[in-house]
């Protein structure tokens, strides 16, 4: 190694000493929230937390109120309590945040224990789950209840009609879909959150699992793209008026306006399609020309609509000799009316272009 080559690992084992060094002192932007450990607004968060946490009073006076609960709730619990530094509610350092007592309230009782060596240590003050009884036995809150401690910070945007909603008519809680202490939600991980919905709308799984259905099983598409759960002011959960304004979130090609409008089309997509799933492609209630007969029943243009033979060969068709039509056969209607979400040819009143 040559001794330019020594000099300049030096100097680079000194410069990264240097900067170390610098991050460890607290910056004099940060000098006014600074207080040692040994001054008055540390006193009385104990000798550990002071001496940890004594450069930000925020950070120790949550931990002062923490550390009363995560002395008996550690790792070893069945529920990995202590994930919860690691999601958003536990970032410390944001005024904002809850502390245990926000949500379970200050327990006095239950910190206190067990009046008796025998006897049960008593519940917090509030306890949350969706059901009869926690892993700890202790009956949870009322539903109401339990989502009146939640929406005392989470009440605007998306959870602004969830009184009467749906799912809080059924004494649906917040914690039957969000994991609150746990490092992933899994309902707000886009892979994961079908599997969470599936719990209770089993139908729905039935429903993807047919041949013609949307990509959720790669995320592509989730549950909360069309729904959202916290309430809503259209039908269904739907997270615009109607159905149509939510289909045309993204399907916007089929919003129009047309020239030659098709009914059906313009005032709900579910009279032909099927938004979970179908064995039609794509997404179809029927397969066309019975699709498009539970309209249009009336006598169609050509001399017949089917022709001799719909009933196939064991029904005697083929034996009188007649082909089917191509009103059913190949796309059926639609090889004609291609145009079937609407026209803007002048000569689209057919839906023929």
């Known amino acids: ?58 950070v120790a006076e949550k931990m002062k109120q923490i550390s009363a609960c995560i002395s008996c709730h550690d790792e070893t619990d069945k529920k990995h309590i202590l994930s919860f530094f690691q999601t958003p509610h536990g970032a ?46 202790y009956e949870p809150l009322p539903p109401q209840e339990q989502a009146e401690v939640c929406l005392s910070c989470h009440k605007a945007g998306l959870r602004l009609h969830w009184p009467g909603s749906q799912h809080q008519s059924n004494d649906v809680v917040c914690t039957s879909c969000h994991v609150n202490h746990s490092e992933v939600d899994a309902v707000r991980d886009r892979l994961q959150q079908p599997g969470v919905c599936f719990t209770c709308h089993k139908e729905k799984r039935a429903e993807f699992s047919k041949i013609s259905h949307m990509p959720i099983e790669n995320g592509k598409v989730v549950c909360s793209d069309c729904h959202n759960p916290h309430g809503s002011a259209g039908p269904k959960l739907l997270v615009k008026n109607t159905v149509n304004e939510t289909c045309f979130e993204c399907h916007a090609d089929k919003r129009g306006p047309f020239l030659w409008e098709h009914q059906p089309a313009t005032e709900d997509c579910t009279t032909c399609h099927s938004p979970h799933g179908s064995n039609i492609t794509p997404l179809l209630n029927d397969r066309p020309p019975f699709l498009c007969q539970s309209c249009h029943d009336g006598p169609h243009a050509s001399p017949t609509n089917a022709g001799t033979s719909v009933t196939g060969l064991q029904g005697g068709g083929v034996a009188l000799g007649g082909n089917p039509s191509q009103n059913v056969t190949g796309r059926a209607c639609l090889n004609c009316h291609v145009q079937v979400h609407g026209s803007n040819s002048p000569a689209g009143a057919f839906l023929h272009r």
């Open 92 to 137: 410390l350092g944001d005024p904002r945040t809850p502390v245990c007592q926000s949500c379970h309230g200050e327990s006095k009782k239950h910190l206190d224990g067990a009046q008796t060596p025998d006897a049960r240590r008593p519940p917090p003050d509030r306890v949350f789950g969706s059901k009869p009884s926690t892993t700890a036995g």
């Open 1 to 58: 190694m040559t001794i330019k080559i020594r000099i300049k690992m030096w100097w680079a084992a000194a410069l990264c000493g240097a900067a170390l060094l610098a991050l460890s002192q607290p910056a004099a932007a940060d000098s006014a929230n600074w207080a040692a450990p040994d001054s008055p607004a540390m006193q009385g968060l104990g000798p550990t937390i002071a001496a940890e946490y004594g450069n930000n009073p925020v």
